[in-house]
C-alpha cells in the first residue's frame, strides 16, 4: 500500500479497495519502523491523522468525493499548525505551538488530507543539505551516507522512502526543487503569489513559496490543486483563477518550443549529469518537442544577489524571535540586553546566525547602497533575461543542480561551496518565476534532477510537460532499496 501515489490512493479510496483509516495505519506504523534511519519527522501527529482519516472515510460514505479526500501527507515544519509545535527546525521555536492553521494547511485540510506530521527542515530552510536542522541532519535514502538536499529535506526523504506519497515544501532559492533532484522526486515551486505564505514561517518574504513534493507531475498536480488560490491574509497573493491542473496533464508536447541557455553548460556541471539531461533533451524531442539554445547572460550574478537580498529580508525576519514575544528564552537573565543577546545566541544555530549577520552588515547605513541596491538591481537584470527569452521559448530546461547529493559534512566548513550548488534554482526565485524539477537518471546509484522553468503562471506548462515525459520514462518509478 505504502508505493500508491496520490492518484492511485484517490482511487482506491473511491472503490472502496481500502479504507482511509487503514492507509493511514499502515504508513503510520511504516514511519516508526523505517523513520529512525532517515531522520525525516520532527513531530508525528498519530491522534490528529487518525481523526482526520476517519472523518475523511465518513465524508467518502456520505457520497463525497475529491482527490485528496483521505490522502495521507505531511507539512513542512515551517507551516504553522494549530496546537502542534511548529519549530521551523530550530531551537529557538522548539517550544512553539502555533495559535492558528497556515491557509496552506487549511486548505488542504479542507479538502480531506491526513496530517501524519510535520517533515524535518534546514533550521528556518537556510541550507541546502538539511544539515542545519536543531534536530539533526536528514539522511537521504538513495544513499544514507548522502544528504537528502535542503531545506525541505525531511519532506523529500519521507516520500522519497515511501513513507508517505507527498508533502508540503517551501522554496526560497530551490528548496523544493533541489531536495527533489536528490532524492528522486518530483517538485513544483509555484509562481510567486500562487500559493498563500500566511502563516509559513518567513525566511526572505520576496522569496519564499510554497509547493508540493510527489513522486510524480500528476501527484503534484493534484496537491497543487489544494494549496494554490487568492488569500486576502497574504499581501503578496495574486488573484489569478486556479486551472484544473489534473485535466492539463494530458496536452500534446507537439511544436512545444524548449529553450536550453548556453550557460547551463560550463564549467563546474558534472558531465555525468550533463549527459543526462542531454537524454531527456532527446526524450522530449521525440515527444515533438523543438530545441533551440537561448542565453540567460546575467545568470553568473544570480548567487550574489540572492545572498545578499536573501539574508537581509531574513534578519529582518528573525528580529521577532527575541525571547519576549516568541521562542526560547534563556535562564536567568541580568538585564533586557543580556535577554535578547542570550536568548538569540542560544537559539539560533550558527547558520541562521552568520545569515543575520550578512543581512543586518548589507542593510546598514553605508552598505546599504554598495549591496543591497545592487543585488536589487542584478535581480531586475535575471528577470528581464528571463523576459526576453520567454518571447523566444515556451520552457527553459537544464539540470536542477550542477552535481549529485554530497556526503554528509562534506561541506559543513565552507558554507559558500554549498552556496554554489544552488546556481541553477535560485534564479527563478529572484524573478518570481514556476520551476520544476523531475527525475532525469542516476550518477553512481545518486539521483539527478532535469528543472523545467515557465512564463509566470505557467504551471500547468509545466506539470503537462513533466507528465509527458514521465509517461514515457521510469525514472521516477525507481525505489531505493531497503525502502
Ligand atoms: N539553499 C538556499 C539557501 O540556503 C535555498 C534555501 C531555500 O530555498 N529555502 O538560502
Not at 519532506?155 to 528548496?175: F, N
Not at 488573484?239 to 563546474?268: H, M, T, W
Amino acid at each position: 500500500m505504502h508505493q500508491l501515489t496520490l492518484a492511485e490512493i484517490a482511487r482506491g479510496l473511491a472503490d472502496k479497495k481500502f479504507s482511509s483509516e487503514e492507509l493511514t495505519k499502515v504508513l503510520l506504523a511504516r514511519i516508526t519502523q523505517l523513520d529512525p534511519q532517515l531522520n525525516s519527522f520532527i513531530s508525528l501527529t498519530e491522534e490528529l491523522a487518525l481523526e482526520q482519516a476517519k472523518a475523511a472515510d465518513v465524508r467518502r460514505a456520505n457520497g463525497e468525493s475529491g482527490a485528496l479526500l483521505g490522502a495521507p501527507i505531511a507539512h513542512k515544519d515551517l507551516f504553522c499548525t494549530q496546537g502542534i509545535r511548529t519549530s521551523c527546525g530550530s531551537k529557538m521555536l522548539d517550544n512553539f505551538k502555533a495559535p492558528y492553521d497556515a491557509t496552506v494547511v487549511s486548505k488542504l485540510a479542507a479538502a480531506g488530507t491526513v496530517t501524519l506530521g510535520k517533515t524535518n527542515m534546514d533550521e528556518f530552510a537556510m541550507g541546502s543539505a538539511n544539515e542545519s536542522s536543531w534536530y539533526g541532519a536528514v539522511k537521504n535514502p538513495w544513499n544514507l551516507e548522502h544528504v537528502p538536499g535542503g531545506s525541505s529535506g525531511g519532506s523529500a526523504a519521507a516520500v522519497a522512502a515511501r513513507l508517505l506519497p507527498a508533502a508540503t515544501a517551501t522554496d526560497t532559492g530551490g528548496s523544493i526543487r533541489q531536495p527533489a533532484a536528490f532524492t528522486n522526486l518530483t517538485g513544483l515551486k509555484p509562481t510567486y503569489g500562487r500559493v498563500s505564505r500566511w502563516g509559513m514561517i518567513a525566511y526572505a518574504s520576496s522569496l519564499d513559496q510554497g509547493g508540493p513534493l510527489a513522486r510524480t507531475a500528476e501527484d503534484c498536480a493534484i496537491l497543487l490543486q489544494g494549496m494554490a488560490g487568492f488569500d486576502p491574509n497574504d499581501s503578496t497573493s495574486i488573484d489569478e483563477p486556479v486551472p484544473d491542473y489534473a485535466a492539463g496533464l494530458n496536452g500534446s508536447l507537439q511544436g512545444l518550443r524548449i529553450g536550453v541557455p548556453k550557460e547551463y553548460f560550463g564549467a563546474g556541471l558534472d558531465p555525468r549529469i550533463a549527459d543526462l539531461i542531454q537524454n531527456s533533451i532527446k526524450e522530449l524531442q521525440k515527444l515533438g518537442a523543438v530545441i533551440k539554445e537561448i542565453s540567460l547572460p546575467n545568470m553568473q550574478h544570480a548567487i550574489p544577489a540572492y545572498y545578499v537580498i536573501a539574508p537581509a529580508e531574513a534578519s529582518s525576519n528573525l528580529s521577532r524571535f527575541d525571547g519576549v514575544r516568541f521562542g526560547h528564552r534563556c535562564e536567568d537573565p541580568k538585564n533586557l540586553e543580556d535577554l535578547y543577546k542570550r536568548s538569540r545566541g542560544e537559539g539560533f544555530g550558527p547558520e541562521v546566525q552568520r545569515r543575520i549577520m550578512v543581512g543586518a552588515y548589507a542593510l546598514s547605513a553605508g552598505y546599504y547602497d554598495a549591496y543591497y541596491l545592487k543585488a536589487q538591481k542584478i535581480r531586475r537584470l535575471v528577470k528581464n533575461d528571463f523576459m526576453a527569452a520567454f518571447n523566444e521559448v515556451d520552457i527553459i530546461l537544464g539540470p536542477t543542480t550542477p552535481n549529485p547529493a554530497w556526503k554528509l559534512g562534506a561541506k559543513n566548513s565552507d558554507p559558500v561551496a554549498a552556496y554554489l550548488e544552488d546556481v541553477y534554482t535560485i534564479t527563478a526565485n529572484l524573478a518570481g518565476l514556476p520551476g520544476l524539477s523531475m527525475p532525469a537518471g542516476f550518477v553512481d546509484g545518486l539521483p539527478v534532477g532535469v528543472q523545467l522553468l515557465a512564463p509566470y503562471f505557467q504551471e500547468g506548462r509545466l506539470l503537462n510537460v513533466a507528465h509527458q515525459y514521465q509517461l514515457n520514462t521510469d525514472w521516477h518509478t525507481r525505489t531505493p532499496t531497503g525502502f
